[in-house]
T-cell receptor
Framework: AQSVTQLGSHVSVSEGALVLLRCNYS??????LFWYVQYPNQGLQLLLK??????LVKGINGFEAEFKKSETSFHLTKPSAHMSDAAEYFC???????????FGTGTKLQVIP | GAGVSQSPRYKVAKRGQDVALRCDPI?????LFWYQQALGQGPEFLTY????????KSGLPSDRFFAERPEGSVSTLKIQRTQQEDSAVYLC???????????????FGPGTRLTVL
C-alpha cells in the first residue's frame, strides 16, 4: 500500500526565510503526489500535485515541490515565508486505482515575525 | 458559488444519539468523498461515491456509519449510536469526474466538527 511520511509535526521559520517541509513516499511504482494546506477551521486546499509530468511542480502562493525518485521524496519549498503561510500542510498520495487519497499526518508551519 | 458546503459546521451529541451530516458538492461534480479527521491527524478516507453509486466504503469504521447520495448530488453521512471515539472533523470533497479522473483536484468543504459527550 502506498503511504507518505512527513518529517516534523511542527516547523518554525522566520518571516522571509526559506520554508522546507519534508515528505517521503513509499511506493513500488511512480505515484501521484499532492500537497494540501489547511487553515484553521477551514477545509483543505490543493497547493500542487505531481502527476508524472515535470518533476519540479509549481503551485499556488509561491510554493513548489520537486519529485525525486532516487530519494522517494516530494519536499515542499517556498523561498520566502510570509505570515499568511502559517497553517498545517499535508502531503498525500493516491492509493488505489482512482482518487483514493492517503494523507500524511501533517506539519504545522509557524512563521515568526 | 460555489464551493463545497457542509452543515452543520458544529455538532454536539450525547453518547448514543444518532447524527446526520450533510454535504453539498460543487454542482455537476461526479465524485464525492467523505473523510474523518481526528485531532492532530491527517484526514482518513471513509467512503467514495460516483454519482449515486457508493463504490468504496472500505474506510467506514463500523456498521454504525452509513452514507448515501441518492440523487447523485447532496450526500449525507449518518452515524448511529455515537461514541466518544467518533469525535472528529468530518470532511467532504468533490471532484469533476469519476473513476477516470484519477488526478482531478478534490475540492474540500469546511468540515463538520462532531463532539460526542
Amino acid at each position: 500500500a502506498q503511504s507518505v511520511t512527513q518529517l516534523g509535526s511542527h516547523v518554525s521559520v522566520s518571516e522571509g526565510a526559506l520554508v522546507l517541509l519534508r515528505c517521503n513516499y513509499s511506493s513500488s511504482v511512480p505515484p501521484y503526489l499532492f500537497w494540501y494546506v489547511q487553515y484553521p477551521n477551514q477545509g483543505l486546499q490543493l497547493l500542487l500535485k505531481y502527476t508524472s509530468a515535470a518533476t519540479l511542480v509549481k503551485g499556488i502562493n509561491g510554493f513548489e515541490a520537486e519529485f525525486k525518485k532516487s530519494e522517494t521524496s516530494f519536499h515542499l519549498t517556498k523561498p520566502s515565508a510570509h505570515m499568511s503561510d502559517a497553517a498545517e500542510y499535508f502531503c498525500a498520495v493516491i492509493r488505489g486505482g482512482y482518487q483514493k487519497v492517503t494523507f500524511g499526518t501533517g506539519t504545522k508551519l509557524q512563521v515568526i515575525p | 458559488g460555489a464551493g463545497v458546503s457542509q452543515s452543520p459546521r458544529y455538532k454536539v451529541a450525547k453518547r448514543g444519539q444518532d447524527v446526520a451530516l450533510r454535504c453539498d458538492p460543487i454542482s455537476g461534480h461526479v465524485s464525492l468523498f467523505w473523510y474523518q479527521q481526528a485531532l492532530g491527524q491527517g484526514p482518513e478516507f471513509l467512503t467514495y461515491f460516483q454519482n449515486e453509486a457508493q463504490l468504496d466504503k472500505s474506510g467506514l469504521p463500523s456498521d454504525r456509519f452509513f452514507a448515501e447520495r441518492p440523487e447523485g448530488s447532496v450526500s449525507t453521512l449518518k452515524i448511529q449510536r455515537t461514541q466518544q471515539e467518533d469525535s472528529a472533523v468530518y470532511l467532504c470533497a468533490s471532484s469533476p469526474r469519476g473513476l477516470a479522473g484519477t488526478t482531478d483536484t478534490q475540492y474540500f468543504g469546511p468540515g463538520t466538527r462532531l463532539t460526542v459527550l
